[in-house]
């Protein structure tokens, strides 16, 4: 992003790091043993250019990241970004956007990174749902969404050893995120598009959004297949 300092302006990225790998107080994570690689593409202003976009996909790429969390979305379609989750896929890596929290419909108001989802194979689109599985009044929706997770009133960390409970599709991704790391850590001869086929397939909908409900039983394929 040009900005020196370490620090995450908004604590965006550090509660959906959270979601991921869990902190004291009592904020679970879904993938306890995974690896954080956190790079910062905006300023605190919240503007990014087209060579930080790239830069942070072939720097987390060339660091061996196997997913990258992208838990934002705007409007404005962006070769830099799309040509990097390209990078990633080429090198075998997932890539789990956020929807984004507009509620807009993606099929009439693309927000990118979600709406890159029909140009690459590599990409999982996450919505954010309640505890009911209702979509978050916030969330964007639309055929590009690839699954609803849990994104409601979720207890995360925040920047200085703060804690707070948030809403946001981000904090969906994150959840996914590790839940595929948990996953592919127990089978890592898989690879990115079959761990992917797997997450998807074993997901399901029980009629309130998409598909959801999907991490005991792509846990329990998982184990299934790589026992």
């Known amino acids: 992003s040009g900005d020196p300092r370490a620090y995450d302006d908004y604590a965006h990225g550090t509660e959906v790091a959270s979601v991921v790998v869990g902190a004291a107080k009592n904020v679970a994570g879904t993938a306890s043993r995974a690896r954080i690689l956190p790079l910062k593409i905006f300023t605190p202003f919240g503007i990014t250019n087209s060579g930080a976009i790239y830069s942070a996909f072939d720097y987390a790429i060339r660091a061996g990241a ?38 807009v419909n993606l099929d009439r108001e693309p927000q990118y990174p979600a709406s890159f989802a029909r140009e690459v194979t590599n990409l999982i689109v996450v919505a954010g749902a309640d505890s009911t599985g209702a979509p978050l009044a916030r969330a964007n929706h639309g055929s590009d969404v690839s699954v609803y997770a849990p994104g409601a009133n979720i207890r995360v960390a925040r920047p ?13 991704a994150g959840f996914v995120a590790g839940t595929l790391a ?42 299934r297949i790589c026992k």
């Not at 934002?72 to 956020?98: H, T």
């Open 66 to 103: 196997k997913i990258i969390v992208a838990a934002w979305a705007a409007p404005i379609r962006s070769q830099a970004l799309l040509e990097g989750i390209k990078l990633a896929e080429a090198n075998g890596c997932l890539v789990v956007a956020s929807a984004g929290d507009r509620a």
């Open 160 to 172: 200085r050893g703060a804690h707070a409970k948030n809403s946001h599709s981000g904090l969906a």
């Open 182 to 223: 948990q996953g592919w850590s127990r089978c890592p001869s898989l690879s990115a598009l079959d761990t992917r086929d797997i997450f998807i397939k074993n997901s399901y909908d029980h009629g309130v959004t998409g598909r959801e409900n999907f991490a005991p039983a792509f846990l329990d394929e998982i184990n």
